[in-house]
């Protein structure tokens, strides 16, 4: 019995000496001349890759499968390629394709027809991805009913139209960052009232240049569970609605901002 485990436990030591040898590779240059990995070596080796940034179009099919529940492809090197490949995971709760370090090769219609394939997502990050339209949004809320984590900052193709949508039909929204688009006070007061304001918890509205102290004061009426409310770099905010909020000190104490 002492053998086999000893044995099985040097089996895992090659193993992970052998991921770390193809993602040192990887972070040299150098490409994979590999198919297929068994889905149990792919899990490990996404992890290995997730936080350096060296998931790509090439490698994308040795890190994620159909049964993968999450895509965390911040800033890495996925472009129209990666895209089509992850409509095959179908399983996936998490997808993280933003890219605030440098702009992302995608299409609005290859984000289209991979929202088309995914169901079951409930958080999704899409940060400075100028290609993500209202018709992006809307494939994307009506295809998955329990999304609880949404990420559209810096989308500048995003306006009130997409509140509507989101206050319509997300009633699991718990985090919402809109930081950077062209969202009114209009769009809030769509949002906040409509089905998520009752479980809104954060919401990340900063630098959104249109935002009066009219939508401060929309937030905090509707959103009784929140918590996390930032609005700075908004230049027509003036923060003097927060004195005209009735239990202001209770409101303040409980919002971070």
Same mark, same amino acid.
């Given at each position: 019995?002492?053998?086999?485990?000893?044995?099985?436990? %040097?089996?895992?030591? !090659?193993?992970?000496?052998?991921?770390?040898? /193809?993602?040192?590779?990887?972070?040299?240059?150098?490409?994979?001349?590999?198919?297929?990995?068994?889905?149990?070596?792919?899990?490990? /080796?996404?992890?290995?890759?997730?936080? *350096?940034?060296?998931?790509?179009?090439?490698?994308?099919?040795?890190?994620?499968?159909?049964?993968?529940?999450?895509? &965390?492809?911040?800033?890495?090197?996925?472009?129209?390629?990666?895209?089509?490949? @992850?409509?095959?995971?179908?399983?996936?709760?998490?997808?993280?394709?933003?890219?605030?370090?440098?702009?992302? +090769?995608? *299409?609005?219609?290859?984000?289209?027809? @991979?929202?088309?394939? !995914?169901?079951?997502?409930?958080? =999704?990050?899409?940060?400075?991805?100028?290609?993500? $339209?209202?018709?992006?949004?809307?494939?994307?809320?009506? +295809?998955?009913?329990?999304? $609880?984590?949404?990420? /559209?900052?810096?989308?500048? *193709? !995003?306006?009130?139209?997409? %509140?509507?949508?989101?206050?319509?039909?997300?009633?699991?929204?718990?985090?919402? +960052?809109?930081?950077? $688009?062209?969202?009114?006070?209009?769009?809030?007061? $769509? !949002?906040?009232?409509? =089905?998520?304001?009752?479980?809104?918890?954060?919401?990340?509205?900063?630098?959104?240049? +249109?935002?009066?102290?009219?939508?401060?004061?929309?937030?905090?009426?509707?959103?009784? &569970?929140?918590?996390?409310?930032?609005?700075?770099?908004?230049?027509?905010?003036?923060?003097?609605?927060?004195?005209?909020?009735?239990?202001?000190?209770?409101?303040?104490?409980?919002?971070?901002?």
């Amino acid at each position: 019995m002492p053998g086999f485990w000893r044995s099985r436990s %040097m089996d895992q030591s !090659l193993q992970q000496r052998c991921l770390r040898v /193809f993602s040192e590779s990887l972070a040299r240059g150098y490409q994979l001349n590999i198919e297929s990995l068994p889905r149990s070596v792919m899990d490990q /080796f996404y992890l290995m890759l997730r936080h *350096s940034g060296l998931i790509s179009d090439s490698n994308i099919h040795l890190v994620l499968h159909a049964d993968s529940r999450e895509a &965390n492809l911040a800033n890495s090197d996925v472009g129209e390629d990666g895209i089509r490949f @992850l409509c095959r995971c179908r399983s996936l709760r998490k997808l993280d394709l933003s890219s605030t370090e440098k702009r992302r +090769n995608v *299409s609005e219609q290859s984000l289209l027809d @991979l929202l088309s394939h !995914l169901n079951l997502l409930e958080e =999704v990050l899409l940060e400075g991805i100028p290609e993500v $339209t209202t018709s992006v949004v809307h494939r994307l809320v009506q +295809n998955n009913p329990h999304l $609880t984590v949404l990420d /559209f900052g810096k989308c500048t *193709s !995003l306006d009130d139209e997409t %509140m509507a949508m989101l206050g319509a039909c997300c009633k699991h929204i718990k985090a919402l +960052n809109m930081s950077y $688009t062209d969202i009114t006070d209009d769009g809030i007061l $769509t !949002l906040v009232s409509g =089905v998520c304001g009752p479980v809104l918890e954060e919401l990340l509205i900063t630098g959104c240049k +249109n935002l009066t102290d009219r939508a401060i004061d929309e937030v905090v009426d509707y959103c009784p &569970n929140l918590h996390i409310l930032s609005f700075h770099k908004c230049p027509l905010i003036t923060g003097l609605c927060w004195f005209t909020i009735p239990d202001y000190e209770l409101k303040a104490s409980r919002l971070v901002y």
